[in-house]
C-alpha cells in the first residue's frame, strides 16, 4: 500500500526594521584621491516596544522593499524560524508547551462534556500577535520534543540572534 500526498507550502519573509546612528569616515589619497582608509561605526540598541513587522512574498518584493529604507542599511541576515505556522489549526507548528497545554485543557473539557460546542481557534487567542512565542519551547509530548530535546527545554531552546525584550 502506498500513500501519495500533495502539499503546498508559501514561504514568507518578515522583515523587522529599527533605527540606529551610524558614522562613516573615509580617509583618501590627497592627489589620487584614492580611498585609503574606511571607518563605519554603528549603534543598534535594544529596540523597545512594538516594532513595525514588513511581509514579502518573493525575491522581488524582498529587493523591492529594501530599496525604499532610507539611509544607510545593515542586514543582520536570513534566519529560519523553529516553526512553521499552520493555518488549518490556527497555532504555531510543531505547538509550544503553553499551545499544548491549551489545546490539551480543550480536549478535557470535550471529554468531560462531548457534546460541548467549543468556538474555533483562532491564532490571535492562540498564539497573540507577539512574534516571541515562536521561540517558546516545544510541547514535551511532540515528537519534535522528544526528537530534539534542546528545543523543548526553556533554558536550552533556540534563540533569536538578537537580544529579546522580556514580556511585559
Not at 106 to 131: K, N, T, V, W, Y
Request: hydrophobic fraction near 40%; charge should be negative; aromatic fraction near 8%.
Amino acid at each position: 500500500m502506498s500513500v501519495e500526498a500533495t502539499i503546498t507550502v508559501e514561504v514568507l519573509g518578515l522583515i523587522v526594521s529599527f533605527p540606529g546612528r551610524n558614522e562613516s569616515v573615509a580617509l583618501t589619497h590627497g592627489v589620487t584621491g584614492e580611498l585609503e582608509r574606511w571607518r563605519i561605526a554603528t549603534d543598534f540598541g535594544v529596540p523597545e516596544g512594538t516594532l513595525p513587522v514588513t511581509t514579502v512574498r518573493t525575491e522581488a518584493d524582498l529587493a523591492s522593499h529594501l530599496r525604499t529604507l532610507p539611509g544607510s542599511r545593515l542586514t543582520v541576515g536570513r534566519f529560519r524560524l523553529p516553526r512553521i505556522r499552520d493555518l488549518y489549526r490556527q497555532i504555531y507548528w510543531p505547538p509550544s508547551q503553553r499551545v499544548g497545554d491549551l489545546l490539551r485543557e480543550r480536549a478535557s473539557f470535550l471529554i468531560q462534556d462531548p457534546s460541548a460546542q467549543l468556538p474555533g481557534l483562532e491564532f490571535d487567542e492562540m498564539e497573540g500577535l507577539d512574534m516571541r512565542a515562536i521561540w517558546e519551547p516545544i510541547w514535551s509530548i511532540h515528537p519534535a520534543a522528544q526528537s530534539f530535546p534542546d528545543l523543548s527545554a526553556p533554558e536550552r531552546c533556540y534563540r533569536p540572534p538578537w537580544p529579546m525584550p522580556k514580556k511585559p
